[in-house]
């Protein structure tokens, strides 16, 4: 049997693994967790094995597809696209796993922490599979499910439930939306096809890609201006995205979700959930670059979420929180490199994934050192902490790796750098040509300022945790091997991939959508957009191909000077009294501006007062029914005399009456 036969099994077996663990997890060893991790290490080998074929052989994709109903299918597609993500998260996710033996080894619900995340593990294979947009839709749903149960796990903490359902609440709003494009694309679809064809599946990803031209032909008129079919489905995928990957205004329940285990932070964080939204616009590129305006709403939002995110990560306090907040800015990243398809066409997508599955190396990792500090030293808070790299060097070690990953260090124009270096870097210059030939520069400056907030709050975590002077007696001790060698793994991939694998990534990327499966012209589908392709990368002026690096090098130097010389003393500028500190620390006030003002003083407010309504209505209806029996039994009430002579009498008339009646129905028919 070859091996493209069992591409089914990727997510077949973590599901497996879930169901085996949690019936039967709380009678093994560790929680069952050797079943998940036995059953995601099978589907990496068999995603690996997989993309090593299709990298010899980018063109001849590996689809399987079996009829559901009607113009539906279930089905797999892995191309250069699914493969790269396939691999990451797999990999990923094992890691994870292994380093989750330890870390929950004294939780007493470990088995069901392992079946809920074999179980999330699955929902986001199975949401990359799919060669069509209602199955992925219904993985995407099942992975916001998970999400909400492992924010949730410890659900006894009232934190850590109201975390969940703000978690769930919100991203729900990405997935009106995002459902509403489908209907919109199916309706389009189905007027454009003639009703359902025989044989085909219109919403599989090739079908929809050839329908792209007449989808762009279709206009609708909005509020006096026409806008095109193509544009509005989009952005309403857009939308979903940006609840899913935490993009503003979305982006609020990503911080929050920190209430739930450290390795569930890093699952959501690096491998599952905050991908997919990034995932979905790569997988729907086609349609963003033929769809006129929504690459620039890409580049925008994205752009301004990098920045956004980061001028709060500068001044969090809690570890957890700073990282939560570098996710959210560098999700921005990414969907600032998707939206640079504006300029660079089919590239974006490769920049994008490049840093995407970077980020999955070195955010992995960095939360995994997190956690490992938390278990040792049981604090979140990076003021009680300082010199905790005396007592856990590993993690020390391992996590600065990370940081400068993150910040990416590295020489412009040489192989040597960070995995971040070649990724981040390359969307903040392909970010200067989109300003350079169209005149929107707006992205280029959030990408530059957020690179330089970037270096100051990863390094802030990395002197006020490690270095100085205990300020606090925590103890601590290194974490034990099962967790401090997935720390070592990631930490060398977080350093040594983007170095290794930059020209063929982006080569192999780029093969996504011309295969066997589909085969679109990228230059006729930009025409239809109205965007106008370059390919001038790298050859920018010295300054601007230095310039990231040295805002990155100034990050480290402010820093350094603040956090590890501490030669500026804080203390007035770190207070509420600065009203700058105040409006960061506060995060722009958004739980009282989204929870408070809009959550529940609107919504809970209208909901609340029609509520009302209808109680009074209902009230008055039941009142009015009370009242007429009331008046009716006292009426009846005069005719119970208890005059035997009475009752007879009413009784010969009524059976009188009724003869009567029978007599003239019978002569009637």
């Known amino acids: 049997m070859a091996l493209e036969n069992l591409a089914f099994l990727i997510p077949v077996l973590p599901a497996l693994a879930f169901v085996i663990t949690f019936f039967f997890g709380k009678n093994m060893k560790s929680g069952g967790a050797i079943v998940p991790i036995l059953a995601i290490a099978a589907s990496f080998v068999i995603s690996l094995m997989i993309t090593l074929g299709l990298l010899a052989n980018p063109e001849e994709v590996v689809t399987q597809s079996v009829s559901w109903f009607a113009m539906l299918n279930l089905g797999v597609l892995i191309d250069p ?4 993500m396939l691999c990451m998260v797999t990999f990923v996710s094992l890691l994870i796993h292994i380093y989750a033996v330890g870390y929950m080894s004294h939780d007493p619900a470990k088995s069901r922490y392992f079946a809920e995340t074999a179980l999330f593990t699955a929902a986001m294979l199975s949401l990359i599979l799919s060669d069509n947009i209602l199955q992925l839709f219904v993985s995407w749903e099942l992975v916001g499910l998970c999400s909400y149960l492992l924010i949730g796990f410890w659900f006894t903490k009232p934190s850590a439930a109201a975390a969940a359902k703000k978690a769930f609440l919100t991203t729900r709003i990405g997935d009106v939306m995002f459902l509403t494009g489908i209907i919109v694309l199916t309706s389009d679809l189905l007027k454009i096809a003639g009703g359902i064809p025989e044989g085909v599946y219109l919403l599989r990803f090739n079908e929809i890609f050839s329908y792209i031209p007449e989808l762009s032909a279709m206009q609708a008129n909005i509020f006096g201006t026409e806008v095109s079919h193509l544009t509005i489905i989009t952005l309403l995928f857009f939308g979903g995205a940006v609840g899913k990957s935490g993009q503003f205004p979305l982006h609020v329940w990503l911080p929050d979700a920190m209430e739930g285990p450290t390795t569930v932070s890093a699952l959501i964080h690096a491998a599952t959930m905050v991908t997919a939204g990034v995932y979905l616009v790569a997988r729907t590129f086609p349609m963003f670059l033929a769809a006129p305006d929504s690459l620039m709403v890409v580049a925008y939002v994205g752009g301004f979420t990098a920045l956004f995110a980061a001028t709060m990560g500068i001044v969090m306090n809690d570890i957890k929180r700073v990282l939560a907040f570098s996710t959210i800015s560098q999700l921005g990243y990414m969907m600032l490199g998707l939206g640079l398809g504006a300029t660079i066409g089919m590239e974006a997508v490769g920049v994008s994934l490049f840093h995407l599955v970077n980020h999955a190396f070195f955010k992995a990792l960095l939360f995994l050192c997190a956690g490992s500090v938390i278990h040792a030293v049981g604090t979140h808070d990076m003021r009680e902490l300082g010199g905790v790299a005396k007592v856990m060097p590993i993690t020390a070690v391992t996590m600065t790796a990370a ?4 910040s990416g260090m590295g ?4 192989s040597i750098g960070t995995s971040g270096f070649f990724s981040k870097d390359a969307i903040i210059e392909n970010a200067y040509l989109l300003g ?12 530059i300022l957020a690179a330089l907030l970037t270096s100051v709050y990863i390094f802030r975590l990395i002197f006020m945790t490690f270095t100085g002077k205990p300020r606090s007696n925590y103890g601590g001790h290194e ?6 060698i997935p720390l070592a793994i990631l930490a060398g991939f977080a350093l040594v991939f983007g170095g290794l694998t930059q020209t063929g990534f982006m080569s192999f990327l780029e093969e996504t959508f011309s295969n066997n499966f589909v085969n679109v012209d990228i230059g006729s589908l930009a025409a239809l957009g109205g965007y106008e392709l370059v390919h001038a990368t790298g050859h920018e002026p010295l300054f601007i191909l230095w310039l990231p690096l ?3 090098l100034a990050g480290l130097g402010i820093s350094f000077v603040l956090y590890y010389m501490r030669a500026v003393d804080l203390g007035g500028i770190a207070s509420e009294k600065n009203p700058i500190y105040k409006l960061l620390y506060r995060r722009y006030y958004q739980h009282e501006l989204f929870t408070e003002f809009f959550s529940i003083g609107i919504v809970y407010g ?24 009331v008046a009716a039994g006292e009426a009846l009430k005069r005719v119970q005399t208890g005059v035997v002579q009475t009752y007879a009498t009413v009784m010969i008339a009524g059976v009188s009456l009724l003869i009567i009646l029978v007599k003239l129905i019978m002569e009637v028919l």
């Open 436 to 447: 350079e030939h169209s005149g929107n520069w707006l992205p280029y400056v959030f990408s």
């Open 606 to 629: 209208v909901i609340a007062f029609l509520a009302q309504v209808v109680d009074v209505i209902i009230d008055s209806i039941v009142e009015s029914i009370s009242i007429v029996t």
């Open 81 to 84: 696209l699914a493969a790269v």
């Open 411 to 414: 020489i412009p124009g040489t």
């Open 550 to 552: 040295i805002v990155a």
């Open 479 to 484: 974490s034990p091997s099962s967790m401090t």
């Open 403 to 406: 940081a400068l990953a993150l």
